[in-house]
Structures are given as C-alpha cells and as structure tokens.
C-alpha cells in the first residue's frame, strides 16, 4: 500500500496556482481571510475538487472540506489540512501547503485507485491567521467548540468590513458547496505545514514531527513611579519605573531561556510615559510573552515573572500592577498518530526530529475533538510571516509525501 | 547696610497679582513667552516700575529690564532676576519668583533711600521654559551672544503662530519701555529660583547657594536586532534588541548613580518597534540624559555607556547606533558672588548648602559674560513644572532677603 506516490509536480504546479491569488509584488501572498483573494482560493480548490469528483461541503463558519468517500461512509471521515488564508505580508506556503498537500493526499489515492476504509477529507479552516478579524483559528476553534461566539458577528475588519457580511458572502460564492453542520465528529486530522522557525533547516533535517504546541500565557505588567526631573532629581529621591523594569528584566532574560532550552521569553511592547528625553518616567507598561510545554512550568514562571519584577519595583519604590490576560494550556498531540507518521518517515528513510510548535495551528484547536498530530517541513532561515518566506521543493515533496502515507498508515489499522 | 528690609507682605502680594494672570483651575499658571498672559504680565512689571519712577528698556529679544539708577551711570549695571513665562501647566513661583524678588530688591532700595554706586537692574529674561518656542532660554542666550540667531524668525509655535510675529507684537506692547542694545555689558548677575528638587526641603535648609550647573549630555541610542516569533524562535536564533537593552541598562543604572552621588542617569525615551506582544522586537531606540558637574567625567561616563550598549548588543547578535545629540558643559559661578550670599546668608542667621542646579537656567546663559551666582528656596516635595508647585512664604521671604543682602554686599566692594 505504502508504494504509492504523490505527483510532486502536480503539487508544486497547484502552489504556484495558489501564491498567484493575491500575489504581491515583494514575491509573497496578501490573501487575507473573507477578502476577495480569498474567495478566490476557496473557488478554486472547489473546482479542482469537482473535476477529481469529489465533494464539497462548508459549515456555519465557511471552514471549506473537499471529501473523498471510503468503504464505511456513515463513519467519522478523517482529515488532513490547513488553511488558505494569509498575512497581508504573507509567504506562499504557510497554511496553503497543508491545505494543498492534503488535497494532493485525495487525488493521489483516486489516482492509485485505493479505497479507504472511511472517508479521507482535506479541510481549509477559516482565518488561521487572524489578520482582518481577530482572533486567529476561528474555523477550527468554532469546529472544536460546535459554536460560533456570540461576539464575532458584529466584528469589524481594519478595513470596516462587517464579519458577518463577508462571512455570508463567501458562503453564498460556493453555492456548490453544500452546507453541513459546524463540528461533526471525525476520526482524527493531520496537518502539514512549514516550521516557520530555523531548526529544521539548521539540523538539515526534511521532517519534523511535532509532539506538542507549547502553552502561552500572556502577562501585562505597569510599573508605576513618579515623574521627576532628569537634572534635578538626585538618586535617592528617584522612583524610577525604568530603572526597576531594566533590572527586572536583564534578571529575566539571563534566568528563563537559558536555564531552559524549551522556554520562549519575549517582551514584544514597552511604553514609556511620559516618554521625553529629560523627564524620569512616570510608568512604563510591557507585555511578557511566555511559552513552555509544561503547565506547571508555565504557573512556576509566571510565578517567578511576577516576583522578580515586583522585588525590583518596590526596591526603587514603584508599584506593579500585573494583569494575566492570555493563557492557552500545552497541547500533546496523540500519542498513535505521532507514532504512524515516525513509521511513515521511517519507510521513506527520512529523517526526523521531534518538535514543540510555539506559534497556534489550527491543529492545536482541532486536538480538542479527535486524534491530531502535526509534521513540519523546513522553511529557508527560519522566515514565515515574510514575503520572503520559502520552501525547497524536495521538502515540499517530502512533508506531502510523509502526509500520504502516515494517512495509508492510519487507514489501514482500520482495514 | 545690611539692616534694610524687602517689604515681605509687598512680595507675597505681588506673585498673587502674577499668579492671576494666566492662572489655571488646578491652581497653577498658564503664561507661555510671548503669549497673551505672558504681554500681560510684562506690562503690569512695566506699571508697577513706572509708577516707582524706575526705568523701563526691552532689547530686540524682548528681554525687560527695569533699572533703578547708582551713582556712576555711565557703569555696567549689576542685573537680578529671572523669567516671566511659564510652561503651560506651570506654578506660581518658576521664574517669577526670581523676577519679582529682583523687583523688590529695587523697590526696598528706594524704600530705604539707599543710592548704589551702579545702576542695580531687574531682569525679565524672554522664553526660558521652551515650551511655545524652542529653544528654552532663548532670551538669556540672545543676550550672552549678543545675537538673534537666523534660524529663530521663522519658529512657529505649536498654535501655528510665527515666533518673529509674537516678538514685534510683544516689543510693540510696550512703547514706553525703550529700546537698547542686545547683549550690553553688566557687571554682574543673581538670580533667585526656585530648586525644583527635593533636597533643600528634606534636609530643612531654606538657602541653596548655588555653586554651578551641571553638564548635560544627550545620547539616542538604537539597538538592532531581528524581528522574529515569539513562539517559534528558541534562544540560539534570537536576536533581541530588548534583552540587549534590558542588559545594558541594568548594568549602567547599577553603576553610574549608585557610585557617584552627583551624577544623574535617566532613561526618557524607549520605544520599541514592531510592538507587539508576541514578536520578538526588531528595534529598540531609546535617549540618554546624563548629567555631572565635571567635563571629564561625563566624557569618561559617555564611553562607559556607549561602550556597555555596545558589548550588549553584540553579545546577542544585535548592532547598536549611538548618535551624541546634545553636549552643554558644566558651567561654576563665580566664587566672589557665590562668597557675597554666603555672607548674607550669615548675617540673615539662615542655615544654607552648597548645591548643583541639575536644570538650565537663564544664570547657565548670563554667566558666559559676567560673574553669576544663583539663589536656591525650597519648593514642596521639590514639585515643580506642576499646577502644585509651591513655596513656603517664609523661605520666599528669606530668599529675596537673601539676594538683597547679597547685592548690597556686592555692591558694598565698589563703592
């Protein structure tokens, strides 16, 4: 069964269809998610579908499914993908490679004549990216959840598009697309996408298979001081909320990642006010962004986050006022998928190497409700989210290829 | 000599009747240089000399001057006083105070029938807080160089007003106060401020001698890094600006205040960009404002700061950018003038201390062409540039009697 191949030209061939739809001029994709570009990919992946004689169907939140019936049709299907959408900046294969990897998964099998023992279907969840309407992975989310939150109808885009408009106007332009229900139960989902960081690449290693996406929590901490004088202020009768943040961070930055190859910590955002060259500040306002595999890591660090920066605040006589305003628990990915995607490398004689995602997938929703697992394929430096983003194509060819047959894998203990 | 009286309830009232004009909700004053308020208040200094029979001049910078006239006439007259305007929500004493002691000065010398061997002169130095029109000072430095620079005729103030336009509106509303020469020669100059520090206020002391004003430098600093994902990226591959920075300053405030009680380190300014939670910044810029009363060691602390921004940097892979902006040197007053308050200061029975000013003043300016010395009061919690800027009645009281006693001492060794 494993001997089947997928037809890396095709392939390779469908990306450069798909990165044509809002193409920019830098070399990359601005198809943001419900703009025209977008309908426009949806379209597309549609009429290729129907000319391979598959279906289509979307739901509430227009997450698009491409279904390749099997042997036992009233059982869950399994699924593979990723999303369509991009960065208004964005590359040409973040999201669209799973999505047309996985599509490349369906017309492989028709073309190999193999039947399934239920049916397989590649998925393009909604807004991955979150970049007209926040938040991002609202197609998965809104699957996991069976529900679409009361709030995001009446979001509106940067551009003043109304969500729920441009929602009902890409359902109505797949009028192919039968409607189904949001979050129908499935046998499980594997998605395909590029690593968008450097550690593939920089190992020389094609396949990585991603156990886990790290928890994040997001803190936002004041400082607050007092506003003074830079000339006639001596030391001792400073409050200076600059000086209490420096320390604590310089402490922060040498003590979290270093002491621990799995911790990510970044201050992304650092307001000073009042902001003038001569005036000690009055407060400084920073954001923390920290990611750890492990929940209890993550509240220690928190912990110790908010101890160090209220110890060095108080020793220059600031206050702190810390707000916890974002926490997404690790994720593990099933255990048995992970283990068939191993085999399916191993019978290529790819090499590999486990991997955490530290940035959100659609996978990491879709996880909720069914066995998932991720693989990564390299991407060159470690660029995503860049016009500049790029894939060799023997990684491409690989990562789809690991996906096809992980899939004939999983399939076939159903047999 | 020295027996002599300022007319304490006459100077209290006559900073109520300033305060009035302009005066703010919040109990402050609003009287920017050459606005409306700031015309106002040079009028009624002007009323009130005229109706003392002193004599009124302006120069082309509108700078004013009322002299009460000595012996010898044809002598450089001996000048005291301060500025007139105020930042926009400003108190009741910054640089009025210093103006309407000088103004008492003169009129307890008429009191007391007293005749100087020189003309004695109350000056009203034009645009000292900057805030319309920048520079600050602009009319203690026209008057120190004898010279209007080009540049300034064409300033335009925040409301969209020509500075040229309000200088001739300002010097067209006094016709009664003669025109002279920018930049003439004067044979000395006091001026009475107050601290704008806490100092004089915790140590209960109400006489600052002023003995010089501390060196400034200005540093704008950038730190280069690369933008990258907060999740994705692990620390091998980071190039944060922010650690860098972080880094840096945790060592300088460690070391420059803690170690040497006169110098001052503020760090105003930062701002990082992209400036969101979640990515690792590509640029922090941020200023330095360092102070110190000696030259050599602001050159020796200058490299020590560029030097440790520098290593920081490099030692995670980011690149610095350090532009010097700004270099006032320290400037001492004069140790004979310095040596007249100290007496008068004794002979008043007042307790005093040695300071640095750690601001500009107009004395900064003044002292370039003649002996200058200052005169600090205490104002509450050393607020200031503040709608609740305040000063003890008895320390405004023991600080015009301070400069009369000084001037009369000064005067003293020429007559």
Redesign the interface.
């Known amino acids: 069964m494993t001997k089947a191949k997928i037809d890396a030209q095709r392939l390779l061939g469908r990306l450069d269809a798909f990165a044509a739809i809002g193409a920019t001029q830098g070399g990359g994709v601005n198809r943001q998610a419900l703009s025209q570009e977008d309908r426009r990919a949806r379209q597309l992946l549609t009429e290729l579908a129907q000319a391979r004689g598959f279906t289509v169907h979307q739901d509430a939140i227009a997450n698009l499914f491409v279904r390749r019936t099997g042997k036992d049709s009233s059982h869950a299907p399994f699924l593979m993908g990723s999303h369509l959408d991009s960065q208004i900046t964005g590359g040409r294969f973040d999201g669209v490679l799973g999505t047309l990897a996985a599509f490349e998964v369906l017309e492989a099998l028709e073309d190999a004549g193999i039947e399934t023992p239920i049916a397989v279907e590649a998925v393009a969840w909604m807004n991955e990216e979150g970049c007209r309407y926040q938040p991002g992975c609202m197609g998965s989310m809104a699957f996991a959840t069976g529900s679409i939150p009361d709030g995001w109808a009446t979001l509106r885009s940067n551009d003043g598009r109304l969500f729920r408009d441009d929602l009902q106007a890409a359902l109505d332009a797949l009028p192919q697309a039968a409607m189904r229900p949001l979050g129908f139960p499935i046998a499980g989902y594997l998605e395909l996408h590029i690593?968008?960081?450097?550690?593939l690449e920089?190992a020389d290693v094609p396949i990585g298979i991603v156990e886990g996406i790290?928890g994040?929590r997001?803190l936002e901490i004041s400082i607050k001081g007092q506003a003074?004088?830079?000339?006639?202020?001596?030391?001792e009768?400073r409050r200076?909320p600059?000086?209490a943040?420096?320390?604590a961070?310089?402490?922060l930055?040498?003590e979290i990642?270093?002491r621990d190859?799995r911790a990510?910590f970044?201050?992304?955002?650092?307001?000073?006010a009042?902001?003038?060259?001569?005036?000690?500040?009055e407060q400084?306002d920073f954001?923390v962004?920290l990611?750890h595999p492990q929940n209890t890591e993550l509240d220690r660090l928190v912990s110790f986050i908010e101890t160090t920066c209220t110890e060095a605040a108080v020793a220059v006589g600031c206050e702190t006022h810390i707000r916890r305003v974002f926490d997404m628990a690790p994720t593990d990915f099933s255990e048995t998928l992970l283990d068939e995607i191993r085999q399916a490398a191993d019978g290529l004689g790819l090499s590999y190497r486990p991997l955490l995602?530290?940035?959100?997938h659609d996978a990491l929703f879709v996880n909720r409700v069914a066995p998932t697992a991720m693989i990564f394929v390299p991407c060159r430096a470690?660029l995503?989210?860049n016009e500049a983003e790029h894939v060799e194509p023997q990684h491409t060819v690989a990562g789809a290829q690991v996906l096809f047959d992980s899939v004939l894998n999983i399939l076939g203990k159903l047999d």
């Open positions: 690593e968008q960081g450097p550690s920089r790290q994040t997001w003074a004088h830079a000339g006639t202020t001596p030391l009768f200076d600059m000086a943040a420096a320390s961070l310089s402490e930055y040498a990642m270093p190859a990510r970044t201050v992304g955002k650092f307001v000073v009042p902001g003038t060259v001569n005036a000690i500040p400084v954001t962004d990611r995602s530290g940035a959100f470690g995503s989210h």
